[in-house]
């Protein structure tokens, strides 16, 4: 009797954990930053913001660092080698701001296998 009560426990909490719906993949406080220079060492990255809830703070050599300016929701956009709407790569995170919190709530890669985290 006690296999069974074990194994149901185990099941139940089995499947709240495989369930479980998270709402953000990370949470930061007053920045996030976005590294593309072990991807590529050249300079053909540009991004794009989706509205004002976030500014840029400082860049250079592929790297990207952005503070929060409003609150609300935010796509960040970053294309390599961006001809008029033609890119080679494409990586969208999407973004909520929170007072001084960025949260990272979702991303995609078009064109690549993976993407560079948020720090």
């Known amino acids: 009797m006690r ?3 074990l194994f149901l426990v185990t099941l139940l909490l089995s499947l709240i954990i495989i369930f479980y719906p998270q709402k953000y993949l990370m949470k930061f406080e007053n920045q996030i930053t976005v590294n593309y220079s072990e991807i590529s060492d050249e ?8 509205n004002n809830n976030l500014k840029l703070k400082e860049e250079g050599n592929n790297i990207w660092t952005f503070i929060p300016n409003n609150n609300g929701k935010t796509v960040l956009t970053f294309y390599y ?7 080679r790569y494409k990586i969208i ?13 979702s991303g995609e890669a078009i064109g690549l296998m993976d993407y560079p985290n948020l720090y």
């Open 3 to 5: 296999y069974v009560i």
């Open 43 to 50: 300079a053909l990255w540009t991004y794009e913001l989706s």
């Open 81 to 87: 080698d961006k001809k008029d709407n033609d890119y």
């Open 93 to 105: 995170y999407n973004l909520e701001v929170n007072k001084n919190k960025i949260i990272w709530l």
